[in-house]
């Protein structure tokens, strides 16, 4: 089965840049596109990278998105780090079979 | 402003049954596709099914394939999600979740989602 594995997390001062990754497990994740989502403790989950580096509107331009086809991965960048952006972090795509895959999701910590 | 309102969680039994729905407001239901997600208590999102905007393409994860429906009513504004044979490990909070109308699985809102508790 395909996975989508992630660090279990990550902590960073405010102003900093954090980068999450995510990785499959086999075949190419540049095949179909990755999403990446934020879900802050008690809300329910936002969008916040669609398409591989897509922003919703609304999702300021510190996030961004990017794909490696060489590591199989993709990867969420967090630049100028904000106390609001503390929150678990998931990346999601689908497989051959079109079942849709989660990532193990990262907590992102503002020390 | 794009609204997803779900409904219908709850305690139940072992074995038992329960309908969630989700009542969709503020788009052009009809024209995109529709996601049931979830999350047991203290643990990662899991995909749960995926319906294209006219119902003709559905998936399921394996875990519930099988015991579970999802279906859609496009003159309602309505996503639903018909579980049967329940079981433990489905407690969970359900969220319903739109597409961006591009790509399959591509998340683009979500609900608040509901509660599903199973337990005897």
């Known amino acids: 089965n395909f996975m989508l594995t992630q660090p279990h997390s990550v902590s960073e001062s405010p102003g900093k840049t954090v980068t999450i990754s995510c990785t499959g497990s086999?075949?190419?994740?540049?095949?179909?596109?990755v999403q990446w989502y934020q879900q802050r403790p008690g809300s329910a989950p936002t969008t916040v990278i669609y398409?591989?580096?897509?922003?919703p509107s609304g999702v300021p331009d510190r996030f961004s998105g990017s794909i490696d086809s060489s590591s199989n991965s993709a990867s969420l960048t967090i630049s100028g780090l904000k106390t609001e952006d503390e929150a678990d972090y998931y990346c999601?795509?689908?497989?051959?079979?079109?079942?849709?895959?989660f990532g193990t999701g990262t907590k992102v910590t503002v020390l | 402003e794009v609204q997803l309102v779900e409904s219908g969680g709850g305690l139940v039994k072992p074995g038992g049954s329960l309908r969630l729905s989700c009542a969709a407001s503020?788009?052009?239901?009809?024209?995109?596709?529709m996601n049931w997600v979830r999350q047991a208590p203290g643990k990662g999102l899991e995909w749960v099914s995926s319906?294209?905007?006219?119902?003709?393409?559905?998936y399921y994860a394996d875990s519930v394939k099988g015991r579970f429906t999802i279906s859609r009513d496009n003159a309602k504004n309505s996503l639903y999600l018909q579980m049967n044979s329940l079981r433990a490990e489905d407690t969970a909070v359900y969220y319903c979740?739109?597409?961006?109308?591009?790509?399959?699985?591509?998340?683009?809102?979500w609900g608040q989602g509901t509660l599903v508790t199973v337990s005897s």
């Open positions: 979740a739109r597409d961006n109308g591009g790509g399959l699985m591509v998340i683009y809102y």
């Open positions: 503020g788009f052009t239901f009809s024209s995109y596709s």
């Open positions: 319906i294209s905007s006219s119902s003709s393409y559905i």
């Open positions: 086999s075949g190419s994740i540049a095949s179909n596109y």
């Open positions: 398409e591989d580096n897509q922003r």
């Open positions: 999601q795509s689908y497989d051959s079979s079109n079942q849709g895959v």
